[in-house]
Every structure is written in structure tokens, then in C-alpha cells.
């Protein structure tokens, strides 16, 4: 079961980088005309597909043992001076909570009672913000903490 967790999560990751691009030129392109039915979905879809994943993540976090487990193992001492379990244990972690905050943030925004063009320019603002927090907070195989990892699951 966890293994087919981790495929769900990182096929999720996917499938929220797209969302949140598309949610992010649509309000850009957009920008003067009204903040339309597409957007509200777009935005809606995006907070689904962030909160499912962060569900999964959270059993991920409880499960496996990069997260909880590695620090009850080693100590938060150890865990905090090794880049790779810290990375897992805390900075993934507190990334993408702090990503879907702003995804949720944004979508809110979408659904008060301001300008269109001020709805806009907020969920661009926040779902900007969410994007480069994800970005940064995503174990890509380029980077050391994501070494011998794929671009996509079951590879």
C-alpha cells in the first residue's frame, strides 16, 4: 500500500504543477476580464487535488521512515544535521504545507467580493508564490536529495 501511495503522490505532483500553471496564465492572460466560471474551477481543482495530496503525504510522513520514524530512530539532533533525512522529515514537509496554504489562500480570493482584476491579480500573486515554494520544495533527480529518483513513477 505505500508503495502505490508514493506513485499516487508523486503522479499528483504532476497533475497539481499543470493545474497550478494553467490557473496561473489563465489569471495573468485574463487579467481585465472577468473572473469566470473557469477560474473558479481551476482553483478548485488545484485545492482538491493539493489537499488529497497532502492527506497522502501526512500517511506518508506517519508510515514511512523518512518521516516520523527517522526522527524517533536517530534523534532530531541527527535528523537535522544530515541534509537528506532533514530534508524528508522537516523542509518537504513544511514547504508543502506552506504551499498549499497559499493555493488555498489563492482560491479564497477567487470567491470575495472584490474587482475582478483585483481577484486576478491576488490568486496569480499566491498561486505564484505556492508554484516557487513547490518548485523548490519537489525532490527532482537533479538535486541531491533527489538522486536516483525518476521524473515519474514506475520508471
Not at 8 to 23: D, E, G, K
Not at 27 to 51: Q, R, T
Not at 68 to 85: A, F, H, P, T, Y
Amino acid at each position: 500500500m505505500y508503495n502505490g501511495l508514493l506513485h499516487l503522490h508523486s503522479v499528483l505532483r504532476w497533475v497539481i504543477l499543470i493545474l497550478l500553471l494553467v490557473a496561473i496564465y489563465k489569471s495573468f492572460a485574463d487579467g481585465s476580464k472577468p473572473f469566470a466560471s473557469i477560474h473558479k474551477k481551476l482553483g478548485l481543482f488545484l485545492m482538491i487535488c493539493a489537499d488529497v495530496m497532502l492527506l497522502v503525504g501526512l500517511y506518508q510522513w506517519f508510515a514511512g521512515d523518512w518521516g516520523l520514524k527517522s526522527i524517533q530512530r536517530n534523534g532530531m539532533s541527527v535528523v537535522m544535521k544530515d541534509s537528506l533525512l532533514r530534508f524528508f522529515a522537516i523542509e518537504h514537509t513544511t514547504g508543502m504545507l506552506i504551499a498549499i496554504i497559499l493555493i488555498h489562500i489563492g482560491r479564497s480570493y477567487g470567491k470575495k467580493n472584490i474587482p475582478d482584476f483585483m481577484k486576478h491579480k491576488r490568486t496569480l500573486l499566491f498561486f505564484g508564490l505556492a508554484l516557487l515554494v513547490l518548485l523548490i520544495s519537489i525532490p527532482w533527480p537533479f538535486r541531491m536529495v533527489g538522486a536516483g529518483r525518476h521524473w515519474f513513477p514506475g520508471m
